[in-house]
């Protein structure tokens, strides 16, 4: 998947073709296969479309998993996008350039972050799961990750408990109990990718990526998007690209996996 193209081969941000356009992507799923990597046909395609118009990823892991999927040992991940959109934009970068960004401890506090967890792990201490690994709650920057398998679960267990879920509801079911647990602590709760599910502040889904579009219009040199294209696979209600998919400063795509992102591309953009 090694790539060495980098932000000065393209046309400025004002400059691109397609003007006033960004196209913004969700990544498992989506760009590439649940937690793999991507292919490097998909990466040609971003490419071809990256000098047309601007575009950028939106995604719920950390940059470091970001990075892993899409980038490579001499590729940052951040040269690959003109915009890239960790933690739900929470960790943002233009160009490579860092944005600012959000602490979601610091907005919830220590006292009421304990009690969350606490309860998290007891849920799933009480769950009858065909198998259990390890890291069942990853915190991040903006937001936790629940895993009721565990996220060092290998790819097989991954798959299979995705089998299993989608049967039993036990992400689902599992969220409920929290909304009816915290109803006053202003979270959301977001079902993602084949293990997990994110939790965060209401508003600090993936629409949260959407205040550093409508900043760069305000830069200097900066570029007006009078038009965010999204493509997602969990466009579905509760899942983790419904609030963006849904938006009415954007114009949603459903995709099922990254195959029919790519042939949805060739498509609307001849590339």
Not at 222 to 250: A, C, M, Y
Request: aromatic letters at 10%; a negative charge.
């Amino acid at each position: 998947m090694t790539s060495t193209t980098t932000s000065s081969t393209y046309p400025p941000l004002p400059s691109r073709p397609i003007a006033n356009t960004i196209v913004l992507f969700d990544v498992d799923g989506t760009l590439t296969p649940a937690r793999r990597d991507v292919s490097a046909s998909m990466l040609a395609l971003l490419s071809r479309l990256r000098s047309r118009v601007a575009i950028g990823y939106v995604g719920g892991s950390d940059l470091a998993k970001q990075q892993e999927q899409l980038g490579s040992a001499s590729v940052p991940v951040t040269s690959l996008f003109d915009f890239c959109f960790a933690e739900n934009g929470l960790t943002a970068f233009r160009e490579g350039e860092v944005l600012a960004s959000q602490s979601f401890i610091g907005w919830l506090g220590e006292e009421k972050y304990q009690r969350l967890v606490k309860f998290v792990l007891r849920y799933i201490a009480g769950l009858d799961l065909p198998v259990m690994r390890g890291t069942f709650v990853e915190f991040r920057n903006g937001m936790i990750n629940v895993s009721p398998v565990g996220r060092n679960a290998s790819i097989r267990e991954r798959e299979e408990f995705e089998a299993f879920d989608k049967q039993a509801g036990v992400r689902r079911a599992m969220v409920e109990a929290l909304r009816r647990e915290f109803p006053d602590l202003g979270l959301t709760y977001s079902i993602g990718g084949q293990i997990s599910f994110d939790v965060f502040p209401t508003g600090w889904d993936k629409t949260y990526c959407l205040q550093h579009l409508e900043a760069e219009g305000k830069r200097a040199g900066g570029v007006t998007f009078d038009t965010i294209h999204f493509f997602g696979d969990k466009t579905f209600e509760g899942g983790n690209d419904w609030e963006i998919f849904n938006d009415p400063r954007t114009v949603g795509h459903t995709v099922t996996g990254p195959e029919d992102t790519a042939r949805q591309l060739q498509e609307l953009f001849g590339i």
